[in-house]
């Protein structure tokens, strides 16, 4: 399955997005996470079916004005 | 911490019910690195620091492996240790529904209500999209945010921020690091005497600590800026020197200052002056 992971293509095996966070080595607890543009709470990942052309934004602190 | 804004009769800045010593609010973007970055915020004695999100990228091996991996929970155990309050906020954003999503990912990253909410509606001056901005924050108080708007100083948008929940505003000195100061000091002016309940801080376009003391000797409450701190040749040192001028400005506002005149007004008596304002015949 081809989707779009922070604007870049990605084939990935994993169908929710829980599964995906992990596989990409993340701390569940440490990145936010939104798909199609859509907030996604950390509670709902595993709830949360991923498909072709998903838009998945994976989201940690930065530095800001 | 200058002894006068722990004193018993300084009031300090109320911020959604919580209490903050410094007026000063600094941003944590464009250092020279992240000692450089501890070490001002340190020297502003500010409380709180903005932060953002960012993409991250992931861990697992051979996946999605890209420059600055980790990148964000560096940068989270490095500001952690300034022990400051977090401000994240929503930059970049263009419409409601990115500012509104972000805001959220910001509440379960940062565990916090508070959102400068940034709604950008032009490139080149980074000038809020106040329809937008006005919209989310509807939004965005109903559903139990506590926002911080960076707006323009427009009177009737103020006016209906206010109205959506906001008990903070966050009006533009100038565009986003210009380091012009304030534009429009009547606008301001005007913002403070109509809203003088509201808690006013000067958000954007701050170049000296002369600007941001005006600022404050228009009674604003507070400023928050990061360019001219960050950017500056010895940032901890103009950290200082905002603070300074911040604290100074606040103080001038409380202690009433003189309505200016076009005409000398001689400031020693002239009661019983010696000889010289005698006629001679």
């Known amino acids: 399955m081809k989707i779009q992971l922070n604007g870049t293509h990605l084939d990935t095996e994993h169908n929710d997005l829980a599964a995906l966070v992990s596989a990409l080595g993340h701390d569940a607890d440490k990145v936010a996470t939104a798909v199609d543009g859509l907030f996604v709470p950390r509670t709902a990942r595993a709830q949360t079916p991923l498909h072709e052309a998903s838009a998945v934004e994976i989201l940690a602190p930065m530095e800001g004005g | 911490m200058p002894a006068s804004l722990t004193s018993p009769s300084s009031k300090g800045l109320r911020l959604y019910g919580s209490e903050f010593a410094s007026r000063f609010l600094i941003g944590s973007a464009q250092y020279?690195?992240?000692?450089?970055?501890?070490?001002?915020?340190?020297?502003?004695?500010?409380?709180?620091?903005?932060?953002?999100?960012?993409?991250?990228?992931?861990?697992?091996?051979?996946?999605?492996?890209?420059?600055?991996?980790?990148?964000?929970?560096?940068?989270?155990?490095?500001?952690?240790?300034?022990?400051?309050?977090?401000?994240?906020?929503?930059?970049?954003c263009k419409s409601v529904k990115e500012a509104v999503n972000t805001a959220h990912m910001a509440r379960e990253l940062f565990s916090t209500p508070w959102i400068k909410l940034e709604v950008i509606g032009e490139d080149d001056t980074l000038q809020p999209d106040v329809f937008g901005l006005v919209e989310a924050a509807r939004i965005l108080c109903a559903e139990g945010f506590q926002v911080f708007p960076y707006t323009t100083d427009d009177l009737v948008v103020a006016e209906k921020l206010l109205a959506a929940g906001c008990e903070v505003l966050m009006p533009w000195g100038a565009p986003i690091g210009s380091g012009?100061?304030?534009?429009?000091?009547?606008?301001?002016?005007?913002?403070?005497?109509?809203?003088?309940?509201?808690?006013?801080?000067?958000?954007?376009?701050?170049?000296?600590?002369?600007?941001?003391?005006?600022?404050?000797?228009?009674?604003?409450?507070?400023?928050?800026?990061?360019?001219?701190?960050?950017?500056?040749?010895?940032?901890?040192?103009?950290?200082?020197?905002?603070?300074?001028?911040?604290?100074?400005?606040?103080?001038?506002?409380?202690?009433?200052?003189?309505?200016?005149?076009?005409?000398?007004?001689?400031?020693?008596p002239v009661l019983g002056s010696p000889f010289w304002h005698v006629d001679h015949d």
């Open chain 2, 32 to 92: 020279p690195s992240p000692a450089i970055l501890l070490d001002a915020i340190a020297a502003s004695e500010a409380s709180i620091v903005t932060v953002s999100l960012r993409r991250e990228a992931g861990n697992s091996k051979g996946a999605h492996k890209e420059a600055g991996e980790g990148a964000g929970q560096q940068f989270w155990s490095l500001i952690q240790q300034s022990g400051a309050r977090l401000l994240p906020n929503t930059a970049g």
């Open chain 2, 180 to 268: 012009r100061g304030l534009n429009n000091p009547f606008a301001l002016r005007a913002l403070r005497a109509h809203f003088p309940d509201a808690t006013l801080i000067v958000d954007a376009g701050i170049g000296l600590p002369s600007q941001a003391a005006q600022a404050m000797e228009l009674g604003y409450d507070a400023i928050l800026l990061n360019t001219a701190v960050a950017k500056a040749s010895d940032p901890v040192a103009m950290a200082t020197a905002f603070a300074q001028a911040i604290d100074a400005g606040h103080r001038a506002f409380n202690a009433g200052a003189i309505e200016p005149r076009d005409m000398a007004c001689p400031s020693t």
